[in-house]
């Protein structure tokens, strides 16, 4: 044996060859050296803003966001979903979307993985990825490990199936409500057991009390199972599903062009936001124009929506908090944005009021002289509303320091919109990604600090100036020409895209994965939608605890949620 062949023997092996996917993008091969095989393929994202895809071997992609996020600053989970592909071997996909503050850049993760095969939970990651995780695992069988609660939750212990499966039929199966499982303790022992725990809550003073789902101050179906000791709220669980309607399901059956009508359902007082997410996702898979006239409208209709939503909104949390005055003006106010939106739509609240390509008309004569006479007649009358709700003694006392929810609370629950804001996060689409004509226009987004009941309360009064504020300039810079361009385009088979709009209770969003055709004419392959309400209601028991019962009512009607894009 030579002299250098023990040193061959235990010298390194080689370092495995550098894939040509990392140069898809600096992050890729970052991600790549430090974690290795645990990044399987990398993938540009193409067209206007596309997302750098990121495939994860499964069992990784816990250790893979805990990197993204604590060395990466990918710090917020937009959203969590599934798709099923049962040609292949590996026939569910897990899909993250990611965003970074410091890059002001969203990525995508995805992770392969099939029946029996388990996929980490990111829970200990982000909070916010429990419900999402839940529902994959819910409506397409996706195994977890390693969640807090593994369970369904939309749909009931017993269904029979995974509905967001390809093989299940769009009609539903003819088995029937499937029974519910026995509940724990209905045996011998397990009386015997159930006894001795109500002794156990007995002795600790603890309470368990359902709140729901039919409740009269709830606009919606949601129930809480709530756990008092003495008159505080010990904690609180709640149970969602009442109004599943199986939405996505629907829109996978409907062409891409066909599908706006249907996301008019997901929030009956915020029809517009839902409409511009969804065609601004076909546009972006499809690779259609907007012409600037159909964007600078797209703003103008999306504003009187969101004044409609917040006077709304306010009316009826005036009312709960005892500040009743404010709910004629504010119902008065919004019946003349809602003649607008119908003198434009022909309807007050399911609007379609957008199509891929741009609008369905253009605006009617009349219409914009009187969304003119709103915007500037709406900022005098908001000082009114602080008068009647914002100083109200009573209003004041019921709110402030109701509910509060730290901004790193809000970022880890996946929280948007006038909730996050209140935290002290100034964040918003509309800003940070702009989109349609908001990149031209001049706005301040409002932002407060506490992120109570009360401070939820001050930015969506602010928002109602900056919404008429964007009207005025929208009118004032509205250019001539066309509202729609319909030129065919056509997008890769099986290309995938998420679009998300700033709503008025959060990001709304769509993801989309094209069909084999990839037309305006053809079927999406998925159709998932991001509903802001549905992560903010997660936050919910942190912020109720320690409270009393008497404040739940207020504590909800601050969070603003929509229970029918919960269920969707």
């Not at 929810?405 to 002290?424: I, N, Q, W």
Request: with cysteine.
């Amino acid at each position: 044996m030579s002299e250098s062949g023990p040193a061959e023997e235990g010298s390194a092996p080689p370092p495995p060859p550098t894939p040509a996917w990392v140069a898809a993008d600096p992050l890729a091969e970052e991600l790549w050296r430090e974690l290795g095989e645990a990044i399987v393929a990398a993938e540009p994202g193409g067209g206007e803003g596309g997302a750098l895809t990121i495939q994860v071997r499964r069992e990784d992609i816990a250790r893979v966001a805990a990197a993204l996020r604590s060395r990466f600053r990918y710090t917020v989970l937009v959203d969590l979903c599934a798709a099923d592909y049962p040609e292949r071997e590996l026939r569910f996909e897990v899909v993250y979307h990611l965003y970074s503050f410091r890059e002001n850049r969203r990525i995508r993760l995805k992770v392969r993985t099939g029946e029996g095969l388990p996929v980490p939970s990111v829970t200990g990651v982000w909070r916010g990825a429990g419900w999402p995780e839940r529902e994959a695992h819910d409506l397409l069988g996706v195994e977890l490990a390693g969640h807090p609660e593994p369970t369904r939750i939309l749909l009931w212990d017993g269904f029979a199936g995974h509905p967001l499966r390809k093989d299940f039929p769009l009609e539903g199966l003819g088995t029937g409500a499937a029974a519910a499982p026995e509940p724990p303790g209905a045996g011998d022992l397990g009386a015997a057991a159930a006894q001795e725990k109500e002794k156990e809550k007995e002795k600790e003073e603890v309470v368990e009390l359902a709140f729901g789902p039919r409740y009269p101050a709830l606009q919606g179906v949601l129930r809480l199972r709530l756990t008092l000791d003495g008159e505080e709220i010990a904690g609180c669980r709640p149970s969602i599903g009442y109004l599943h309607r199986g939405l996505e399901k629907l829109l996978e059956g409907f062409a891409l062009r066909d599908g706006v009508a249907l996301t008019d359902r997901l929030d009956f007082t915020a029809a517009a936001a839902a409409n511009l997410a969804y065609a601004g996702a076909v546009e972006k898979l499809l690779g259609l124009a907007v012409p600037p006239r159909a964007r600078y409208l797209r703003v103008v209709l999306a504003e009187l929506q969101r004044i409609a939503s917040h006077l709304l909104w306010l009316a009826t949390h005036g009312a709960d908090a005892g500040a009743e005055e404010v709910f004629r003006p504010c119902l008065r106010d919004r019946e003349q944005v809602l003649d607008l939106l119908a003198g434009y739509c022909g309807t007050r609240l399911t609007l379609r009021c957008a199509v891929p390509g741009g609008l369905p008309r253009d605006a009617p004569d009349g219409w914009l002289r009187g969304c003119a006479e709103l915007a500037s007649a709406l900022p005098p009358r908001l000082d009114a509303y602080r008068r009647q709700a914002g100083d109200d003694r009573i209003f004041k006392q019921r709110t402030a320091g109701l509910g509060v929810l730290s901004p790193e609370a809000a970022l880890d629950h996946g929280v948007t919109g006038p909730m996050l804001r209140a935290t002290g996060v100034d964040w918003d689409l509309r800003k940070a990604l702009p989109y349609d004509a908001y990149g031209e226009l001049d706005f301040e987004v409002p932002v407060a600090r506490n992120g109570d009941a009360w401070d939820r309360c001050q930015v969506r009064l602010a928002e109602l100036g900056q919404s008429a504020s964007l009207i005025a300039q929208c009118l004032e810079r509205l250019p001539p020409g066309p509202v729609r361009l319909d030129d065919g385009a056509t997008g890769e088979p099986g290309s995938e895209t998420y679009h998300g709009v700033e709503g008025p209770r959060g990001e709304v969003g769509f993801y989309l994965v094209g069909g084999p055709l990839a037309a305006a004419s053809s079927a999406p392959w998925r159709c998932h939608v991001r509903a802001p309400s549905f992560y903010n209601l997660q936050a919910l028991p942190e912020m109720a605890r320690g409270h009393g019962i008497g404040d739940l009512v207020v504590l909800l009607g601050s969070l603003d949620l929509a229970l029918g894009e919960v269920d969707r």
